[in-house]
């Protein structure tokens, strides 16, 4: 799965060694690796039952051993993998008293300790550690449609203590305990992880959400959130302040196929409300960090090229860190969705994922002394870090025999030195902790992390 980045020029070659970021501490693989791609999908069966061999590292693509959901390089604790996730079911039956404010806090993150240290044994763990809590959203208002069990059952435990209360009464005391605890247990789970494992990149995925489904019924469809969402997204502010990393999604609905500019809006503002909501972060903003998907939801149709673009094209421009390609056991249900995985992966995913993470890497180098990744000066252009086969060419290591087993998968040759960083232009630099400058090449002391002096309540 690679080896740290560095570059080296031999002849008219520039060769990119590229890493499994994760498999260094993620604040140096941050202030070192310019974007990533991770693969977060059940795919070992592809291997082991069909024969069909997904080789995710001859694109730089970071796995887990087994490409399991799992590992080393990503763990995602659904919502029965990490203590004890108050919710009720499908049929409306109480799990761990139904809502948080109705299960002990304490039992919560004691039975969460002991998880971390079974899904996690590795004290220096240093991949993405994803919380996946969906039944439930920790506003009051976001709680609709199936979700309003949750309102429900809270007003029913203040009817139960004040029988004599008016209903405005038991609606503003019912969405305190809610807003409350769901706070408390969202937060302090993230806490008890950055302490036992300070390493991972902690954070919820889903959040922040920007709404902005409006493609559906509108004809003007412009992409940007709601004003009240993000007006909602604001309150919580304790959300991004504890997290290490922000995974909003960028999951396309099948509806959208063929429509590039709503898919492009679409998923151009989520990311944008992530990197708004970074900011208001200090001193250590999280990374942010889109789960996308290589097929649209509920389908097995692949993302065509000018999709691959708007999704994790656009998350590079942006400045995101990396991009989760989640994907559930369907990829690997017979040899046939196998071979379609395979061959989307080989054709098409891989040969783009190589070329905006070495553009990428490139940007860096050229605009930001390594020390910072490239985003967009106006977030809303059509610029994008791509490598123009004119001036570059990408040659795949097994067509150059005299190349080492050490050397990168994929080797830069340089065809035209003229204009050849002016891919760059459209860029300014967002610096890694402990450096700035317009070039990032001031180095200054890092802010602590401050592990110790994080409580959790237990």
């Known amino acids: 799965m690679g080896t740290i980045a560095h570059w080296t020029c031999r002849l008219a070659f520039l060769c990119i060694f ?6 260094v501490h993620p604040h140096k693989l941050l202030s070192q690796v310019p974007f990533f791609t991770v693969w977060n999908a059940p795919t070992e069966k592809c291997a082991t039952r069909y024969g069909v061999d997904l080789d995710l590292s001859v694109f730089d693509i970071v796995h887990n051993l087994n490409q399991s959901f799992i590992g080393s390089n990503i763990t995602i604790f659904y919502s029965d993998k990490l203590g004890f996730y108050p919710h009720y079911t499908e049929k409306n039956e109480s799990v761990y008293g139904g809502v948080p404010q109705n299960f002990s806090l304490h039992d919560h993150l004691s039975q969460a300790y002991k998880d971390l240290q079974n899904s996690m044994p590795d004290k220096d ?3 993405l550690a994803v919380v996946d809590w969906e039944s439930w959203r920790p506003l009051w208002e976001r ?8 309102q429900q059952g809270s007003r029913a435990l203040v009817r139960a203590k004040h029988p004599d209360w008016k209903p405005e009464q038991i609606e503003a005391q019912a969405k305190k305990d809610f807003e409350g605890a769901a706070q408390a247990f969202m937060e302090q789970t993230i806490k008890l992880g950055r302490v036992e494992r300070p390493w991972g990149l902690w954070g ?27 007006k909602r997204n604001n309150k919580l502010s304790w959300m991004w302040n504890v997290s290490t990393a922000l995974y909003p999604d960028i999951y396309m609905d099948l509806s959208l196929k063929g429509h590039d500019r709503d898919i492009l809006l679409y998923v151009q503002h989520r990311i944008m409300e992530g990197m708004r909501v970074r900011e208001q972060v200090s001193p250590n903003q999280p990374v942010v960090i889109p789960y996308a998907r290589i097929v649209y939801t509920y389908s097995m149709t692949f993302l065509s090229q000018e999709d691959l673009v708007h999704t994790i094209g656009e998350s590079v421009a942006l400045g995101a860190a990396g991009v989760v390609l989640w994907g559930d ?29 070495k553009a990428a890497f490139l940007c860096s180098k050229e605009l930001c002394s390594f020390n910072g990744r490239c985003v967009r000066r106006d977030p809303g252009s059509s610029a994008y870090l791509h490598l123009d086969p004119a001036k570059w060419t990408i040659i795949p290591r097994a067509e150059l025999p005299d190349l080492n087993t050490n050397s990168p998968s994929y080797v830069i040759q340089m065809n035209n030195k003229e204009g050849r960083y002016h891919f760059t232009k459209p860029f ?19 802010k602590p992390r401050q592990r110790k002096q994080m409580s959790i309540d237990l």
Not at 336 to 352: F, I
Request: negative net charge.
């Open 204 to 230: 919820f995925y889903g959040f922040p959400c920007c709404y902005n489904y409006q493609y559906k019924k509108n004809e003007t469809y412009t992409g940007e959130c709601p004003p009240l969402d993000v």
């Open 125 to 127: 763990f240093s991949g």
């Open 428 to 446: 300014k630099c967002q610096c890694y902790p402990g450096w700035e400058g317009e070039h990032c090449e001031k180095q200054v002391a890092p």
């Open 329 to 357: 056991a369907s990829y690997a249900r017979s040899e046939s969705t196998c071979l379609a995985v395979k061959n989307y992966l080989d054709e098409t995913l891989g040969k783009y994922v190589v070329n905006v993470t």
């Open 143 to 150: 709680n609709w449609n199936r979700k309003e069990v949750y």
């Open 18 to 23: 590229l890493t499994s970021p994760i498999m």
